[in-house]
């Protein structure tokens, strides 16, 4: 029975991993689209998408939604190092 519970651990504890690792990259796009953002001409439009429909922003409109995203994916990405630190006890606790 403690096997099947750390396989099930190893499987959770992968799915977190993935999670993660797939948030940090989405960090690094923003950092990019950041850079082209700052770095942009005065005269570049730039777009966002809701939905299904497409509107224009200022370029202070998508600094400040690339830094309210980042926010939420360093609060998800703790949240989510937490959850690692968690089953990676668990794991040596029935190892023990």
């Known amino acids: ?7 099930e651990l190893q499987l959770e504890l992968q799915q ?3 999670l993660r690792k797939t948030l ?4 690094k796009e923003l950092d990019y689209a950041e850079g ?3 770095g ?3 005269e570049r439009k730039i777009y966002r998408s809701f939905s299904d429909l497409l509107v224009e922003i200022t370029k ?5 939604h690339i830094e309210r995203t980042r ?3 360093k609060r998800e990405i703790e949240r989510l190092r937490g959850k690692e630190r968690e ?4 794991l040596s606790k029935l190892r023990v």
């Open 16 to 18: 977190v991993r993935e």
């Open 40 to 42: 942009a001409k005065s």
């Open 1 to 7: 029975m403690e096997a099947v519970k750390a396989y």
């Open 71 to 73: 926010l939420a994916y």
């Open 60 to 64: 202070e409109e998508a600094i400040e």
């Open 87 to 90: 089953i990676m006890e668990k």
């Open 24 to 27: 940090e990259l989405k960090m």
């Open 36 to 38: 082209i953002i700052t």
